[in-house]
T-cell receptor, first 114, second 115 residues
Framework: AQSVTQLDSQVPVFEEAPVELRCNYSSSVSVYLFWYVQYPNQGLQLLLKYLSGSTLVESINGFEAEFNKSQTSFHLRKPSVHISDTAEYFCAVSPIDSSYKLIFGSGTRLLVRP | DAGVIQSPRHEVTEMGQEVTLRCKPISGHNSLFWYRQTMMRGLELLIYFNNNVPIDDSGMPEDRFSAKMPNASFSTLKIQPSEPRDSAVYFC?????????????FGPGTRLTVL
């Protein structure tokens, strides 16, 4: 079985400050890792994913995440946030033996203040 | 592309009533997913279809819930009879083939309130 832990339910940060959203997982099999973003009243959108290869993955809007196998973590970072980054961020894993399945964390609400 | 379309966007009903949620996946996608989002349990996969066939329904809560996919462009999730604990946001998502390389695209969700 798999589980995903996002310890921070809400992260307030000032505009242009750096941010890190934490994600840890547990699994008895290897997994693929994802970050999804949900803007108010919208569905989830894929932000970035780790399937294999380089452990550092980047999104087109400046977010990056690093897969750390020894710490079973996949933290999301951005060096300088914008007001428009205010949203809920979900970390998810997909076990390699049933890769259609996404197991989500509880989400972290990023609140960017001017 | 219009994306995944869900209807209705909001549904308010009374306990005991039948509720039907609808989903139109992205054209050309062969996989469809229904998820439920609640404060207590977060986002949970209810059922997964591939080529209109249910592959994994282990997340369906109980017999009151049923899902169908009569063709590649339409799916329904039905709750009968509905209960207050079914209040949640229900998302439909689709992907090209369901494999790990394929992104799941989510619809805007249906917010269900059962009084």
């Amino acid at each position: 079985a798999q589980s995903v832990t996002q310890l921070d339910s809400q992260v307030p940060v000032f505009e242009e400050a750096p941010v890190e959203l934490r994600c840890n997982y547990s699994s008895s099999v290897s997994v693929y890792l994802f970050w999804y973003v949900q803007y108010p009243n919208q569905g989830l959108q894929l932000l970035l994913k780790y399937l294999s290869g380089s452990t550092l993955v980047e999104s087109i809007n400046g977010f990056e995440a690093e897969f750390n196998k020894s710490q079973t973590s996949f933290h999301l970072r951005k060096p300088s946030v914008h007001i428009s980054d205010t949203a809920e961020y979900f970390c998810a894993v997909s076990p390699i033996d049933s890769s259609y399945k996404l197991i989500f964390g509880s989400g972290t609400r990023l609140l960017v203040r001017p | 592309d219009a994306g995944v379309i869900q209807s209705p966007r909001h549904e308010v009903t009374e306990m005991g009533q039948e509720v039907t949620l609808r989903c139109k996946p992205i054209s050309g996608h062969n996989s469809l997913f229904w998820y439920r989002q609640t404060m207590m349990r977060g986002l949970e996969l209810l059922i997964y279809f591939n080529n209109n066939v249910p592959i994994d329904d282990s997340g369906m809560p109980e017999d009151r819930f049923s899902a169908k996919m009569p063709n590649a462009s339409f799916s329904t999730l039905k709750i009968q009879p509905s209960e207050p604990r079914d209040s949640a946001v229900y998302f439909c998502a689709s992907s090209f083939s369901g494999g790990y390389t394929d992104t799941q695209y989510f619809g805007p969700g249906t917010r269900l309130t059962v009084l």
